[in-house]
């Protein structure tokens, strides 16, 4: 880091927000993929989009890349810091700065928690739809740079579909404003092309978000199944009667054993549990409701309870959204991925994963959204084993391949970060990377805004990206020996 640099912010911002010692920069060297970190050169910590533009600005004139971090949440290393760069925390930018209810909008601060704006407009009866597992800790503008979904995006769409409007600093520290509360305004979708962009075009400094009216019925199921390829068929069956839940959620029997040592929802003891949920007007919901009762019963639930109140739905819930953190409860040290698969090929991936699963020699649960194919498989292994790290790095890489094969995606809403990087040439040919690299060089010609993410080969703008370089794991032979 350079020293006039460090000198330079120093002058611009109050002295609490900027960090430089050692200790204090540990907090931020990973996201959520604690297996890869670095120990970013400096930490800003700034209150308003003029200290970011600021910070911004000072890394452009000397060079440095920067990399924004939310709450760091993230599960593909997206927020991964450099050793040579400024990570810029916007952890401080949590106020609610305007809500609109006569026009059921919000404007939000990036630090602004997911599950925040619902509790501020719950009172007058709206909600924000997008609801990742890690509503309540993640923030709006992680959720903005990786496309965050949840459990109700079946229904509900993903983040990009309830984002009006933003206000972001370019890497030249130039603040501009794409969208806002009005639909449809004219040029080219950029606000589109922002979201998603895992902070390599901009960093986002205020988000309008749509607010909707909460429905006027919701009903929630929980059933057992004795298999997954079971559950999986009520799920096929479900959406084939032409029903569209808000959500619909799968867990395995290794899931469902964290999630009740964990929070202790009274799952019942079967093979997998699906948990279905409509909701809209009354009438129309407990019609459907009693139809998708019936599919699962036919489709062979050995269970099925319906949540009679708020209470048991809150249960219900908890348990699902307890599944990632709960694992700890089962294994020392587990690794999260993120594969989308055609909801029909569902049965046939899940199959390729427990055969995967006895080779490995590694426990695998599955819990994802099953409505729209989003895998989550949870991969458990013990870091004070040697090798077992490599291993799971490996299963989860392997099972990316088995949703490629299948049709699907590399991630349905964790991003590729620098954890799948070296996976995309395996789903984009070159001239689609090529693409995409000149679109990032438009916001970015320097490539100093969040560099060596995504990207297979980080370039700098005006070069050709490079051939599939294999990942670490395949050049050890690691693929070879299971």
Known sequence: MPPVLLQALSRTLPADALLSHPVDLLTYESDALVHLRAMPGAVVLPRSTAEVAAVVRLCHEHGVPFVARGSGTGLSGGALPRRDGVLVSLARMTHIRHVDLDNQYAVVEPGVTNLEITRRVAPFGFYYAPDPSSQSVCSIGGNVAENSGGAHCLKYGFTVHHVLGVEAVLPTGDVIRLGGPTPDHPGLDLLGVLIGSEGTLAVVTEVTVRLLRRPEAVLTLLAGFPSIDAAGEAVSAIIACGIVP????????????????????????????????????????RELFSRVEGVCQRSGAETVEVARDNAARDRIWKGRKAAFAAMGRVSPNYYVQDGVVPRTRLPEVLRRIRDLEQRSGLRIGNVFHA????????????????????????????????????????????????????????????????????????FDPRSLCNPGKVFPTPRLCGEVPGPYRAHPIERAGLAERF
């Open 246 to 285: 808000a959500a619909v959620e799968m867990m395995d029997r290794l899931t469902i054993d964290a999630a009740e040592a964990a929070v202790h929802p009274n799952f019942p003891p079967s093979s997998a549990v699906l948990i279905v949920e409509l909701d809209g007007v009354e009438g129309e919901v």
């Open 371 to 442: 409505g729209d194919g989003n895998l989550h498989p949870l991969i458990c292994y013990d870091e004070s084993i040697p090798g077992q790290a490599e291993r799971a790095e490996w299963v989860a890489s392997e099972i990316l391949e088995y949703c490629l094969d299948a049709g699907g995606s590399l991630t349905g809403e964790h991003g590729v970060g620098a954890d799948k990087r070296a996976s995309m040439a395996k789903m984009f040919t070159t001239d689609d990377l090529d693409t995409m690299q000149r679109v990032r060089c438009a």
